[in-house]
């Protein structure tokens, strides 16, 4: 009788086959910083399903998704299918496969590097993870009203109780890593 709970993919029987990264850069052209950051998400959430990683981080004017564990068959398809939604001027899309991964993928649990796009709820752990500079937004989505929208200081515990008074805690946020970004997320 064969064991079910075992996966049987040829990954795990080539040696090596789970140090390939593929590596995502979305130029955003005259694309919304949010919609660039969909894309990470997408690809995010489709890199857990298919059981691997995905960090996705801004450089200065370029997303650098990074996924490991994944085929890059499957993250090409997905990239195109999300990508053929995008028909903005001077958006690009370029996916690159390296055999070894650069460096280790960080580990968000230790704090959160600055650039890093995140779709996450508002708690107490996310805020003392984020660095001083971070601006985080939370709004209810079916009002649209603006919940929590502030740029993150040294004083992590005035932002929390600010956050519960104002019933954003637990709730979505999107974290902005520039002006730009802030204010483009307060006005979705």
Same mark, same amino acid.
């Given at each position: 009788?064969?064991?079910?709970w !075992?996966?049987?993919?040829?990954?795990?029987?080539?040696?090596?086959?789970?140090?390939?990264?593929?590596?995502?850069?979305?130029?955003?052209?005259t694309?919304? =910083?949010?919609?660039?950051?969909?894309?990470?998400t997408?690809?995010?959430?489709?890199?857990? !399903?298919w059981?691997?990683?995905?960090?996705?981080? =801004?450089?200065?004017?370029?997303?650098?998704?990074r996924?490991?564990?994944?085929?890059?068959?499957?993250?090409?398809?997905?990239?195109?299918?999300v990508?053929?939604?995008?028909?903005?001027?001077?958006?690009?899309?370029?996916i690159?496969?390296?055999?070894?991964?650069?460096?280790?993928?960080?580990?968000?649990?230790?704090?959160?590097?600055w650039?890093?796009?995140?779709?996450?709820?508002?708690?107490?752990?996310?805020i003392?993870?984020?660095?001083?500079?971070?601006?985080?937004?939370v709004?209810?989505?079916?009002?649209?009203?603006r919940?929590?929208?502030?740029?993150?200081?040294?004083?992590?515990?005035?932002? =929390?109780?600010?956050?519960?008074?104002?019933?954003?805690?637990?709730?979505?946020?999107?974290?902005?890593?520039s002006?730009?970004?802030?204010?483009?997320h307060?006005?979705?």
């Amino acid at each position: 009788m064969r064991d079910h709970w !075992r996966k049987s993919s040829r990954q795990e029987r080539r040696p090596g086959a789970m140090k390939r990264e593929v590596v995502v850069y979305v130029q955003p052209g005259t694309l919304r =910083w949010s919609d660039a950051e969909s894309i990470a998400t997408t690809l995010s959430e489709l890199a857990m !399903r298919w059981g691997g990683k995905c960090v996705a981080k =801004w450089c200065p004017a370029v997303m650098e998704i990074r996924l490991q564990h994944v085929r890059s068959r499957q993250v090409a398809l997905a990239t195109r299918a999300v990508a053929a939604h995008l028909r903005e001027p001077g958006t690009s899309v370029t996916i690159l496969q390296r055999d070894e991964a650069v460096s280790p993928m960080p580990d968000l649990r230790d704090g959160v590097p600055w650039g890093t796009v995140l779709r996450a709820k508002l708690t107490r752990h996310l805020i003392y993870g984020l660095p001083v500079g971070a601006y985080v937004t939370v709004v209810r989505r079916k009002t649209g009203q603006r919940l929590f929208s502030e740029q993150l200081g040294e004083s992590r515990s005035d932002s =929390w109780a600010r956050a519960l008074d104002s019933h954003a805690a637990y709730r979505v946020c999107r974290i902005a890593w520039s002006w730009e970004q802030f204010q483009e997320h307060r006005s979705i």
